[in-house]
C-alpha cells in the first residue's frame, strides 16, 4: 500500500494562495491516479479534485473550479493542490488520496479502497 504524506496546510487569510503537497513513498507512482479530499467540522468528507494516472486529466468540484489547481511531478512521486482566492469556507482537513491506475470517479464512488494520508489543517481566516 502505498503511503502518503500531506504538508503546506496553515492559517492563511480569505483571497490569499496556499499550496498543499502530498508525497507518496512508492515505486510507480505514475500509475497512482491522485485526488484531494476535504472534511470540514461537522460535515462530511467531499471530494475536491483529482489527476489521472495516464494523460493527466484533471477534475474538480464546482466549488473549487477555478480556484483550485491539481498537478503532479512523478519524477518527485509528489501531487499538489495549489488553492488561489481561498474563502472562509475552504477551511477544513485536506487529505490526500491515491489509487493504483482507477479512475477518477471510482475513487470518489468507493473512497474506502483509496490509500489515504494523514491530513492537513487549511484555516481560512475572514
Known amino acids: ?3 502518503l504524506v500531506e ?4 492559517l492563511v487569510q480569505a483571497g490569499d494562495s496556499l499550496t498543499l503537497s502530498c508525497a507518496a513513498s512508492t515505486l510507480g507512482f505514475g500509475s497512482y491516479a491522485m485526488a484531494w479530499f476535504r472534511q470540514a467540522p461537522g460535515k462530511e468528507r467531499e471530494f475536491v ?9 484533471t477534475y474538480y468540484a464546482d466549488s473549487v473550479k477555478g480556484r ?5 511531478d512523478d519524477v518527485m512521486s ?16 485536506y487529505f ?8 477518477i470517479a471510482s475513487m470518489v464512488r ?4 483509496n490509500a489515504w494520508g494523514q491530513g492537513t489543517q487549511v484555516t481560512v481566516s475572514s
Open 78 to 93: 509528489t501531487a499538489y493542490l495549489q488553492m488561489n482566492s481561498l474563502k472562509p469556507e475552504d477551511t477544513a482537513v
Open 110 to 113: 468507493d473512497s474506502d479502497s
Open 49 to 57: 479534485g483529482g489527476i489521472s494516472w495516464k494523460g493527466g486529466a
Open 7 to 10: 504538508s503546506g496546510g496553515g
Open 96 to 103: 490526500c488520496a491515491g489509487r493504483f491506475r482507477a479512475t
Open 1 to 3: 500500500q502505498v503511503k
Open 68 to 72: 483550485f489547481t491539481v498537478s503532479r
